[in-house]
DNA sequence: AATATATATTGCAATATTACGATTAATGTA
DNA sequence: TACATTAATCGTAATATTGCAATATATATT
């Protein structure tokens, strides 16, 4: 078919596939490194910065906002994009909880 | 067009963001956690307890293979998925070197 | 009000992903 | 060797993503 069942799967499950998609993108990675390094959180600097078209990143934006990673004030005529604090943290969170639940003992193989 | 521009971006990047594609889908993360539960680890089984068609779960247990993120071992004739526990531990490594780079203060909006 | 600047949206073509039935390949057992 | 069991691959249809040119929208300035 080609659509996900999410249904079959939980609702932590489907959310955090969600938020490490919009992560899973090399475009959306450097864009959060960039924003947190603070070199650049306003739509043409960063695709001054990265090479890309100015649509371009205003849509992989969208998507960073969408999965709450990361929020946009309006200052003036340009929209400045920084991290969703909350949802970072609980997403660090979220992902240390399935790393850490692996300990190299309980290989089967 | 619809290719990844992945010259522009570095090695890690590229990496990081094959490597979250891997785990950015519901089944996948399931497939994970069973197999880091011991659940269970052999294809046949993950499809029954997670109700998707063999041929789909074979699938996924390949895009996590080739992202290099389980080894398969063969036993008689079935084959034992578990976690590769070097890809693992760099991954949490370089996920907690992105998620603590953001400190609470360097926001600017 | 007209102009400049910055972001968002639309539309499109190329590519990639998802899921599964049918089939093939490989190992173990009678 | 024939048969059973399990995993992998092939083929296909549906859907999603990626990137950009063109355009629209929104705010600031003159």
């Known amino acids: ?14 959310k955090l596939a969600v ?5 899973a993108h ?3 990675i ?14 043409g600097d960063l695709a ?4 890309l078209a ?5 849509q992989h934006l969208k998507e960073l906002k969408n999965a709450g990673l990361i929020q946009g004030t309006i200052e003036g005529v340009s929209v400045c994009y920084c991290i969703e ?3 970072w943290a ?3 969170k979220e992902l240390n909880v399935l790393f850490s639940s692996y300990k190299d003992l309980n290989s089967c193989c």
Request: aromatic share 2%; with cysteine.
């Open 1 to 14: 078919m080609g659509i996900t069942k999410t249904e079959i799967f939980t609702d932590e499950q489907n």
């Open 19 to 23: 938020q490490l998609k919009a992560i």
């Open 26 to 28: 090399p475009a959306r």
């Open 30 to 43: 450097a864009i959060l490194q960039h924003i947190i390094a603070a070199k650049a959180c306003i739509c």
């Open 48 to 51: 001054d910065e990265l090479g």
């Open 54 to 58: 100015q649509p371009t990143i205003s």
């Open 85 to 87: 604090p909350k949802a």
């Open 90 to 92: 609980n997403l660090q």
